[in-house]
């Protein structure tokens, strides 16, 4: 059962940047994959860990991204850690759907720098986002 | 061997903040526990590729920051990965000393937060910092 002033004096270890943002590391739980880094403030992390399901807050929309909410692809929390600076979440997460890239890829981290410095792709595309999105 | 244009190409596609920096995620290429959150700048970068050993722009102190410089503990890059709006690093590293965490922890994410709200020390400390950097 949540303490309630335990949950309050957690919200205010966190040090929120200058926007009232920290970033989110997000591991999937199963292998440990990188997914994405997206960003929190209070308001969203107190509603990630209430509600069990990754929230973010949105810098280019300024709202809620409740992630998974167009596409499905929710991502469930099973766990959630403070760096020793308390400027920084890592977030362990079920990724429903597989993908947490909006471009269909498993994870937002598909290029990979290679030795003669390109850049090249290096991750297979879990779903068509034309499909998933209804865009192409 | 490194193709100078390509390598140029690559720095200018990462998008920097208006501070000239990005995130960087790091990971233990060896099992993929993530050990830290740090900045780097395009220099730091192009640095650390080139070196192949991390270095971050430190914040705090306005300088290169090549880690284990003080500690010993270096970190060796294996991996690195540009994410889908190219404003994040992950940087997969084999890490010198076994921690990375100036607290002597393994990970700077070393407090999970407990299902009551309570942040728990979830990590075993792998050295005194005490005695690696020489103060208590």
New interface residues.
Partial sequence: ??????????LD?VKWDASGLA?C?V?DAR????L??AYMNRASLERT?REGRACYWSRSRGKFWLKGEESGNFQEVR???????GD?L?LFAGQKGGAA???G?RS??????Q?????AV?EERVFDPGKVYGKS
């Fill in positions: 059962m949540i303490d309630e002033t335990k949950l309050k004096n957690f270890a970033p590391v591991q292998d440990l994959r990188v994405m880094v860990f766990s959630i850690q403070l760096d020793c600076d920084c890592l890239c909006h471009t890829m937002c981290f598909y290029r990979t720098l030795e003669d410095g390109t850049l290096t």
